[in-house]
């Protein structure tokens, strides 16, 4: 098989066993359990006509290493280092889709999407092959499964993994990825800040 295929295979392309029986992931060292209270899960969304806004966004690979991390209108700076803000936000994560998988009453064809607070929502999409793609928006955004999946396959496939200079299972250096993210988020309608901020 070619390196280009093996490229695909990784990110979850072509189908493989591994993908086939489960993701995989090793529990990370630490998970945040205490960020889930005072919390809402919920997979129904607004239609709120207010103006909206997206603040930030994160990848991650299937062992917790955060690949890309970028934000537009985040307004509140965490007081601690970034490597600690990745563990805590993958963390959680690993912990919310545990919560969600063995608690729901009902199959779920999706799993985890989205959770909201009483300031922001997470949105969440994971690839077979372990990527997580996850983005915080104002609460008035709607469902962004399809903005999320349409980031992996129109812009991580073809300007990561199609790319021979970039390795899969290292941060994102390239400023072409970079380019066009930031392009495909800004023209996105859910992007627009909200009047006087």
């Known amino acids: ?9 990784k990110v979850g ?3 493989s066993k ?9 529990i990370p060292n630490k998970n945040c359990c205490s960020a889930l209270s005072r919390t ?8 709120s006509t207010v103006k909206m806004t997206i603040y930030n966004f994160y990848l991650f690979d299937r062992n917790g290493t955060c690949l890309y991390y970028v934000d537009w209108n985040r307004k509140k700076q965490m007081t601690m280092s970034k490597e600690e803000e990745f563990k805590l936000m993958y963390g959680m994560i690993f912990s919310i889709k545990s919560f969600v998988s063995r608690l729901s009453p009902t199959d779920m064809k999706d799993g985890f999407l989205n959770y909201s607070t009483s300031k922001y929502k997470l949105h969440f999409f994971e690839t077979p092959s372990g990527l997580k793609f996850i ?11 399809d903005v999320l999946h349409q980031m992996f396959s129109s812009i ?42």
């Open 18 to 26: 591994a993908a086939a029986q489960g993701s995989g992931n090793s």
């Open 13 to 15: 392309l072509f189908p």
């Open 156 to 197: 991580y496939v073809e300007y990561v993994v199609k790319n021979p200079l970039c390795s899969l299972d290292q941060p994102i250096t390239s400023e072409l990825f970079k380019n066009k993210l930031d392009e495909f988020v800004r023209a996105l309608p859910q992007f627009a800040v909200k009047a006087g901020t």
């Open 40 to 47: 809402k899960f919920t997979s129904q969304f607004s239609d």
């Open 135 to 145: 983005m915080n928006t104002d609460l008035s955004v709607g469902s962004m499964k």
């Open 1 to 9: 098989m070619g390196t280009d295929q093996n490229r695909r295979r």
